[in-house]
């Protein structure tokens, strides 16, 4: 199947072009240094208005959900590769509402063949080596700099992969070789990766998925965040999310009614 670069774009952020009215621009690799991560949290604090650097830096790892799925659809749907290497990307920052939005631009967009042996254990390596030498080195700085917890860090990341299943599964419609194969890389990634590559001893992927009353479509039900993101924590205006962990059952039903109501208004 050929790169779909408008899914890439729509549902993962990732672009070939600069975004429009940027704000800010960094090579995703400097952020594994300690110190220019610091001086990226530091303007990205400002932007977001949070209040320390630890909401910064969780708010901002979010947004590597995006990267994650990227990384999955073209591993699992794709007959070529996109290198989503952290050296080959470059972050830009451009506003959006009330806080700015990530994209991921490639800065090399040429594709490369899919080898021609084993797929699961040429996707093993492809995604041990995209958590394990890639992400990890990057959350690892995040989590120094900003003095948070790493699995706080990595628990931004289950809910867009989750969401994500459901997007594959459109992809893959009635094809079952397809179906079967996404649905086995899916499974690896979220239950097989060695937790060690994460730098935790559980892989963070899976996440808890409990699931919570879904005020905007009754019939589907809505996975709870794995972790906080710290929005309310910001200046984004959202307060806690609906699904965030941290809600009480009291709270978060008091929100699901005033969700309704709006909704009825």
Known sequence: MDIDYGLLQNYCWVVTEDVENMMLSVPAIQLTDPEKCEQ????YKTFIQAEDLSAAATYFVAWFKGISAAQQYLVSFCDRQLDLSLSNLIIQ???KGRVPW???KLIHTAEQPVPGEDHEEW?????DRFYGEELYPLMAT???VSDTHISQLWGQLPGGLHYFYGVMAAIAGDHEPLRERFESDF???IRQINPSLFGLKKNPLNGTNIFIDNPYDPSQPMRMKDACCQAYRTGSGEGYCYSCPRLSNVARNKMKQEIIASLEA
């Open 102 to 104: 990530v994209a991921f």
């Open 187 to 189: 499974q690896y990634t």
């Open 40 to 43: 990226f949290l530091t303007a």
């Open 93 to 95: 920052l451009y506003p």
């Open 123 to 127: 996707r093993s390596r492809q995604l």
């Open 142 to 144: 995040f989590s120094r």
